[in-house]
């Protein structure tokens, strides 16, 4: 089965650097990539996925890229804030006709930006 | 829409007893997720149904656990009996089928302590 390897467990960086965050997955057949953020005692929150047909994905200071050959995709934050402090997750998804399956996560990374 | 719904937020009870945690997915959703989340073994999928029926339960644990659904508004998730290696916080998410439907929704989570 499927399984989805993300690190550094724990991140820290100063206010307005840049964090990377890296996972690796095993199945090739995967096709869709999430990243969920969850801050302490709440919920995890879709911030941002990428489908296998594309190489990068951006959404405003976070972007998403993905190298099939490898099989790892990554997670990029600029211009940290505070706010972005949290537990990261990544994992990876076979989609079927449904456009639904069943993700698989890894670890989590903690992100602490300090100000 | 309130979101996806948990209920307990939180619950205590003692080893050997009963325990049911409830979810009300987001309406229109046709499929309902159960993850339990540790600090050991990060965030993992029990089991999964689409439109009312189990797709994949190969997460669920073992016996103890057992998850229904009986109309597409309500879930519940069961452990009998209990043990205090079940103390974790239990998800609950829901996500539609389509062209939006890969997001996930996290419902805020029912933590159980099990002494």
């Known amino acids: 089965g499927e399984n989805v390897e993300q690190h550094p467990s724990t991140l820290s960086v100063q206010e307005g650097d840049s964090a990377v965050i890296k996972c690796t997955y095993s199945?090739?057949?995967?096709?869709?990539f999430p990243w969920y953020k969850q801050e302490l005692g709440k919920r995890p929150q879709l911030i941002i996925d990428?489908?296998?047909?594309?190489g990068e994905k951006k959404d405003q200071r976070i972007a998403v890229t993905l190298n099939k050959t490898a099989k790892h995709f990554s997670l990029h934050i600029t211009e940290t804030q505070p706010e972005d402090s949290a537990v990261y997750f990544c994992?990876?998804?076979?989609?079927?006709?449904?456009?639904?399956?069943?993700?698989?996560f890894g670890q989590g990374t903690t992100l602490q930006v300090k100000p | 829409d309130a979101g996806v719904i948990q209920s307990p937020r939180h619950e205590v009870t003692e080893m050997g007893q009963e325990v049911t945690l409830r979810c009300k997915p987001i309406s229109g959703h046709d499929y309902l997720f159960w993850y339990r989340q540790t600090m050991m073994r990060g965030l993992e999928l029990l089991i999964y149904?689409?439109?009312?029926?189990?797709?994949?339960d190969s997460g669920m644990p073992e016996d103890r656990f057992s998850a229904k659904m009986p109309n597409a508004s309500f879930s519940t998730l069961k452990i009998q009996p209990s043990e205090p290696r079940d103390s974790a916080v239990y998800f609950c998410?829901?996500?539609?089928?389509?062209?939006?439907?890969?997001?996930?929704?996290f419902g805020p989570g029912t933590r159980l302590t099990v002494t």
């Open positions: 990428i489908r296998s047909n594309v």
């Open positions: 994992a990876a998804v076979v989609l079927g006709s449904s456009n639904t399956g069943k993700l698989i």
């Open positions: 199945d090739s057949a995967s096709n869709y």
């Open positions: 998410a829901s996500s539609w089928t389509g062209t939006g439907g890969t997001e996930q929704y």
């Open positions: 149904f689409n439109n009312n029926v189990p797709i994949d």
